[in-house]
């Protein structure tokens, strides 16, 4: 039988090579809203909410001035980020449009809502809020059933006002 992980362990941060640090770091904190925490000089951040010591790492160690993988190629899908209501989330898509980021797109997955995007080096992003588990859809044999149906980004956005 394969070992599993206690039920209580998370993901605990992401760490991200990027190729400009204030460029990364003027997404991260004025387009997504994480306040910087600490800088290690001009090569390293760490942004987080709250009183966490960090949700994102950014660095240049090995990438200032690198480009974009290309399509096709390995690595980080997205990472997301979990906010803890639609309007806390809505004022976050809000502040990503009025920067002028590209959605990627949006999706109603049963269990949460989703909208997905770009940050300056490409990583994709993903914007979400979960339900309450004892909304999430399921099966007649009471197995999970996600969704991946259409989601209505401005009412989403209606919300923050």
């Known amino acids: 039988m394969p070992q599993t992980v206690p039920p209580q362990t998370h993901v605990g941060h992401v760490h991200l090579k990027v190729s400009d640090l204030e460029t990364a ?41 690198g480009i974009q993988p290309p399509r096709g190629a390995t690595g ?35 269990v949460s809502e989703a909208v997905y995007l770009r940050d300056p080096d490409g990583n994709g992003i993903e914007l979400y809020r979960d339900r309450p588990q004892q909304d999430w859809p399921r099966d007649t044999t009471g197995c999970l059933e996600m969704t991946n149906a259409p989601l209505d980004v401005d009412a989403l956005i209606a919300e923050a006002d």
């Open 25 to 65: 770091i003027a997404f991260y904190r004025d387009v997504l809203g994480f306040p910087v925490k600490q800088r290690y000089g001009s090569r390293a951040a760490f942004l987080a909410a709250g009183d966490y010591h960090h949700h994102i790492g950014l660095n240049t160690w090995e990438s200032a001035g």
């Open 76 to 110: 980080l899908y997205h990472v997301a980020f979990v906010f803890p209501d639609r309007a806390s989330l809505g004022a976050a898509i809000k502040r990503v449009i009025a920067a002028g980021v590209p959605i990627d797109g949006a999706a109603d997955h049963g």
